[in-house]
């Protein structure tokens, strides 16, 4: 088996899922997927719970692994490698390579509580990228600021609110110069008000950086307005995906149908 030609780095998907699968035991959570994300893309991924939605971001975040399938991010295999031909497992330093290039924020914030806010978020420049203090630190206030909490650096996250310590999980995530962000959930812990506060920020990320976003949410309106695609998840399969005026004004499938319709009633 050749490795395939290197195509046209514009053309190439940023993320790329190749019969995607993951099991649990018996219980398939992702089946058999192919999904493709291109470069900048906004992609919303919405479903019930227990579809494979956010185990989705895991095995991309390298969290879970893979049952089987591959995973291309960048135009490379991201826990496969080449050698000799052959396509086989990657070393820990291939993954970490790829990996480089993610940044994930979780539902949870899990930030470190005994660091302040910069702490927090220069502590994997640091450790895995190298900078020095100076520059790691400068880079952590730029990003505090762009996510508006340059008055909070020193603060710890028992001294935040949550939606001020989500936005230092995002900060936090930016830090480490990804090119694809995922997001799983991020608002689900959030009353409405501090809500609104971290999808602005997200909004902004989108309008501003080019960067690739994947982002598990069951906020409906905020996947209408900012996705550039919806997918529709159920069983571990995408069962239909769409730009999302057409995807919420005209679902093809029953089951999209069933869901969102349970969704607006719900509201």
């Known amino acids: 088996m050749q490795p395939e030609p290197a195509p046209d780095a514009s053309a190439t998907p940023m993320v790329r899922f190749k019969g995607a699968t993951k099991r649990y035991g018996a219980l398939t959570v992702i089946d058999a997927l192919h999904l493709d994300v291109a470069r900048n893309e906004k992609l919303a991924i919405i479903g019930p719970s227990g579809s494979g939605k956010s185990t989705l971001l895991r095995v991309l975040m390298t969290l879970d692994p893979l049952t089987d399938g591959v995973i291309e991010v960048d135009g490379e295999p991201l826990t496969h490698m080449w050698r000799s031909g052959e396509l086989v497992t990657a070393s820990k330093r291939h993954v970490r390579q790829v990996r480089s290039k993610i940044g994930m924020v979780f539902q949870s914030f899990n930030l470190f509580a005994h660091m302040t806010a910069i702490e927090n978020t220069i502590e994997a420049p640091l450790r895995v990228l190298g900078m020095s203090k100076k520059e790691a630190s400068e880079r952590g206030r ?125 509201l």
């Open 142 to 266: 730029e990003l505090l600021s762009m996510v508006g909490l340059a008055d909070k650096c020193h603060h710890y996250p028992s001294q935040l609110s949550g939606g001020q310590q989500q936005r230092v999980a995002i900060a936090r995530a930016l830090a480490m110069r990804p090119k694809i962000m995922l997001f799983d959930e991020v608002t689900s812990a959030l009353d409405p008000e501090l809500c609104g506060e971290v999808l602005n920020v997200i909004r902004k990320l989108g309008s501003e950086h080019n960067l690739t976003m994947l982002m598990v949410t069951h906020q409906m309106g905020f996947a209408k307005e900012f996705a550039d695609r919806v997918c529709f998840f159920s069983q571990g399969k995408v069962i239909e995906q769409a730009a999302p005026q057409q995807f919420f004004s005209a679902p093809q499938h029953e089951r999209t149908q069933q869901f969102l319709r349970a969704v607006t009633q719900a």
